[in-house]
T-cell receptor, first 113, second 113 residues
Framework: DTAVSQTPKYLVTQMGNDKSIKCEQN?????MYWYKQDSKKFLKIMFS???????INETVPNRFSPKSPDKAHLNLHINSLELGDSAVYFC????????????FGSGTRLTVV | AQSVTQLDSQVPVFEEAPVELRCNYS??????LFWYVQYPNQGLQLLLK??????LVKGINGFEAEFNKSQTSFHLRKPSVHISDTAEYFC???????????FGTGTRLTVIP
């Protein structure tokens, strides 16, 4: 069973569209995250949720909106997509907000054309 | 503010040779340290972590790292690499009690047959 699963794995869409990426974890973890990996492989945190509560909201355009219906899910919705949004988006989860390390999903490669 | 520096963006090494991937960090408080590996088109997998205790940490796939507080380093080593070790390696730091994992820019390890 996949511990942290993201869908879709690949997403190609036109500028201006709205899209969502879904993430689910079956590890019973309390905290979930979204990270963005750019073309140079740099990973930067976007959001963090603990038990459905937003904890971290880095400097991310408000076109990006996370939604956590329960602690096992953290979805990412993106409005009015731009070329610069093209990247790989990783979902992750952790049990204790850090010390044990994160479990990452396999990523969603978003390409905006 | 904390930071993580991976000094080498690319490291080529011949098969069965030893390798060291360097990581330095800065923080005003105590930290947890991690190494993650990312194989092509995959998510990140935890290699090893330092939380406290022994400064020499052993991880999966024959990797180990040593925490050096005075030099603020956490270098990753393997005595004999295999072709399958070709991947991107990320050092990461989390301040104790914080809910954020800060990544370095990654080191591309290429094992040459």
């Amino acid at each position: 069973d996949t511990a942290v699963s993201q869908t879709p794995k690949y997403l190609v869409t036109q500028m201006g569209n709205d899209k969502s990426i879904k993430c689910e974890q079956n590890l019973g973890h309390d905290t979930m995250y979204w990270y963005k990996q750019d073309s140079k492989k740099f990973l930067k945190i976007m959001f963090s949720y603990n038990n459905k509560e937003l904890i971290i909201n880095e400097t991310v355009p408000n076109r990006f909106s996370p939604k956590s219906p329960d602690k096992a899910h953290l979805n990412l919705h993106i409005n009015s997509l731009e070329l610069g949004d093209s990247a790989v988006y990783f979902c992750a989860s952790s049990q204790d907000q850090g010390p044990s390390g994160y479990t990452f999903g396999s990523g969603t490669r978003l390409t905006v054309v | 503010a904390q930071s993580v520096t991976q000094l080498d963006s690319q490291v080529p090494v011949f098969e069965e040779a030893p390798v060291e991937l360097r990581c330095n960090y800065s923080s005003s408080v105590s930290v947890y340290l991690f190494w993650y590996v990312q194989y092509p088109n995959q998510g990140l997998q935890l290699l090893l972590k330092y939380l406290s205790g022994s400064t020499l940490v052993k991880g999966i796939n024959g990797f180990e790292a040593e925490f050096n507080k005075s030099q603020t380093s956490f270098h990753l080593r393997k005595p004999s690499v295999h072709i399958s070790d070709t991947a991107e390696y990320f050092c990461a730091v989390s301040e104790t009690g914080a809910n954020n994992l800060l990544f370095g820019t990654g080191t591309r390890l290429t094992v040459i047959p």
